[in-house]
């Protein structure tokens, strides 16, 4: 039963418990829940951001060296695809962002040819789509820091805001606490 195996290692994980074990449990049968669980750091991503403070990559739980020239401009349109939401972003609207001094034809070559090394970087094909014009980063592949941060602090403010008691108090308290240690600084 895949559904409660995947609840059942959500709790887990993030309880801290067998973390090492729910990560294979997840990994090998390919377990994701239906909403992406971002706030879960300890999920074992295929893929893994930070933007927040520094930027670095993780693959498969392996650090990616983002020193050389070749992969600059692949992990430039990474950060502005970031920067710009992740979501549904306008392809020509990203070309003219990351190049815009080239025509049209020029930019959507630098994209498509810039896409191409980043999927190869990343490892997982199906992590950006690409649908009618715009591009989007698949959140089942990829968790970023910042979109993490955002969705904790906007869960410890619903929280707060329908608190009624000590312990909801305290539970918007523990998710302010979890965000404002993923904060390592800006954007």
């Known amino acids: 039963r895949p559904d409660a195996m995947t609840?059942?290692?959500?709790?887990?994980?993030?309880?801290?418990?067998?973390?090492?074990?729910?990560?294979?449990?997840?990994?090998?049968?390919?377990?994701?829940?239906?909403?992406?669980?971002?706030?879960?750091?300890?999920?074992?991503?295929?893929?893994?951001?930070?933007?927040?403070g520094r930027f670095s990559l993780i693959v498969d739980g392996k650090p990616i060296s983002l020193a050389g020239k070749a992969q600059e401009k692949p992990l430039l349109l990474l950060k502005a695809i970031i920067l710009l939401g992740g979501r549904e972003i306008n392809i020509n609207r990203l070309s003219d962002f990351l190049w815009p001094n080239a025509d049209g034809d020029l930019a959507r070559g630098n994209f498509r040819t810039n896409l191409h090394r980043?999927?190869?970087?990343?490892?997982?094909?199906?992590?950006?789509?690409?649908?009618?014009?715009?591009?989007?980063?698949?959140?089942?592949?990829?968790?970023?820091d910042a979109w993490a941060f955002e969705r904790i602090l906007s869960a410890a403010d619903e929280i707060r805001q329908s608190a009624e008691n000590e312990k909801a108090v305290q539970k918007a308290?523990?998710?302010?606490?979890?965000?404002?240690?993923?904060?390592?600084?800006?954007?």
């Not at 606490?177 to 600084?185: F, M, P, T």
């Open 118 to 144: 980043l999927r190869k970087i990343l490892g997982y094909y199906d992590a950006i789509c690409m649908n009618s014009g715009s591009i989007t980063l698949d959140p089942a592949y990829l968790w970023v």
């Open 7 to 52: 609840r059942l290692c959500l709790k887990a994980l993030e309880a801290h418990i067998e973390v090492d074990y729910g990560q294979h449990l997840i990994r090998c049968r390919k377990l994701m829940p239906e909403f992406p669980p971002l706030q879960i750091e300890k999920f074992p991503w295929p893929l893994k951001v930070f933007t927040l």
């Open 173 to 187: 308290s523990d998710f302010t606490q979890k965000a404002i240690d993923l904060y390592k600084g800006p954007l």
